[in-house]
């Protein structure tokens, strides 16, 4: 079975610093990996995706994250948040054992600090 | 394209009243799926269909919950009757495995509060 870790239920930065949002997950094969957020009110979107391409993926606002099969790890990364980033971010796995259903991580809540 | 449509978008209802929530996919997708979200439990998948025959149910929590698609435009989950635990965000999810590698599209979800 698939499975996603997110550490830290809660992530706090004041805004123009570094976020980093980590994500790892449980497979023996490279899966599909995905990084959704969520805005107050909202359903998620996607914010990128991996599916064996480049190992470093560029999304929407900035964030990018990169794969790395060594660590099982998928992190999220941006250089400089903004007020606006405020939300929940969901990783999520899909494409183990044939399985086309994501698993996704329980999430982790982005505060930004003016 | 207008998204995943969902409908309700907040519902309240007292306890043993049936509740039904409403899921449009977004046209040309193939599979749909029924979330639920809560601070407890974050975000559960219900059930999901694949060319509107029900794939996988085991994440619905009990018999008192049921999920139909009688064509590919349309889709609802019933909960009768309806428990204050109940008490959730209700997400439905389209996507279409295809050369999107299974991304999910999500609706804006229903808030649903049962007194």
């Known amino acids: 079975a698939q499975s996603v870790t997110q550490l830290g239920s809660h992530v706090s930065v004041s805004e123009g610093a570094l976020v980093l949002l980590r994500c790892n997950y449980s497979s023996s094969v490279p899966p599909y990996l995905f990084w959704y957020v969520q805005y107050p009110n909202q359903g998620l979107q996607l914010l990128l995706k991996y599916t064996s391409a480049a190992t470093l993926v560029k999304g929407i606002n900035g964030f990018e994250a990169e794969f790395k099969k060594s660590e099982t790890s998928f992190h999220l990364t941006k250089p400089s948040a903004h007020m606006s980033d405020a939300a929940e971010y969901f990783c999520a796995v899909s494409g183990v054992g044939g399985s086309y259903i994501p698993t996704f991580g329980r999430g982790t809540s982005l505060i930004v600090h003016p | 394209d207008a998204g995943v449509i969902q409908s309700p978008r907040h519902e309240v209802t007292e306890m043993g009243q049936e509740v039904t929530l409403r899921c449009k996919p977004i046209?040309?997708?193939?599979?749909l799926f029924w979330y639920r979200q809560t601070m407890m439990r974050g975000l559960e998948l219900l059930i999901y269909f694949n060319n509107n025959v029900p794939i996988d149910d085991s994440g619905m929590p009990e018999d008192r919950f049921s999920a139909k698609m009688p064509n590919a435009s349309f889709s609802t989950l019933k909960i009768q009757p309806s428990e204050p635990r109940d008490s959730a965000v209700y997400f439905c999810?389209?996507?279409?495995?295809?050369?999107?590698?299974?991304?999910?599209?999500f609706g804006p979800g229903t808030r649903l509060t049962v007194l």
């Open positions: 999810a389209s996507s279409d495995p295809g050369p999107t590698y299974n991304e999910q599209f």
């Open positions: 046209s040309g997708h193939n599979s």
